[in-house]
């Protein structure tokens, strides 16, 4: 059984390459999942990539993470990072590394969005690198 990271996408993922290019580029999300699937074969293991604008599947999804053994979790929660005890609790309670991913740095936007509680409970975050942050937190994910 190969080793499996989970890759799970918040709420508006879905319409990235239309959604605010300037900000978030111009890659789709199947775009970014493909590059994961190809960078994750070279590397032997396995990505499963999801996407749900409803904070309950996230949340479901992190404790099936868990439950299958899976080796880490890539999250990038959206705009629940900035607002979800939930998302932050069901990533304390599994006890797998998550790591926080973001296309762009939520540091140098507005001010709402410089708390992360999905960055409290986190291993660490990668954020700032468009679509390849993807690529950097997959790699990370598997030195973990």
């Known amino acids: 059984m190969a080793t499996t990271i989970f890759v799970l996408n918040g709420p508006n ?9 300037e900000i978030y580029g111009r890659d789709t999300l199947a775009d970014i999942d493909a590059r994961l699937a ?28 868990r439950a299958t053994g899976a080796k880490a979790v890539l999250l990038n929660a959206g705009a629940y990072t900035h607002t979800s005890v939930a998302l932050h609790d069901a990533i304390k309670a599994i006890q797998l590394p998550v790591i926080e991913v973001h296309l762009s740095n939520p540091h140098t936007r507005e001010e709402f969005r410089h ?8 291993k660490g975050t990668v954020a700032g690198f468009g679509a390849k942050s993807y690529l950097i937190a997959l ?3 598997l030195i973990l």
């Open 38 to 65: 190809a960078r994750a074969e070279e590397l032997g293991v396995a990505v499963d990539c999801r996407q749900s604008n409803h904070e309950g599947d996230l949340v479901d999804w992190l404790h099936e993470a």
């Open 115 to 122: 708390k992360s509680y999905i960055g409290m409970a986190a």
């Open 13 to 21: 993922l879905n319409l990235l390459g239309t959604r605010e290019p």
């Open 139 to 141: 790699d990370a994910a």
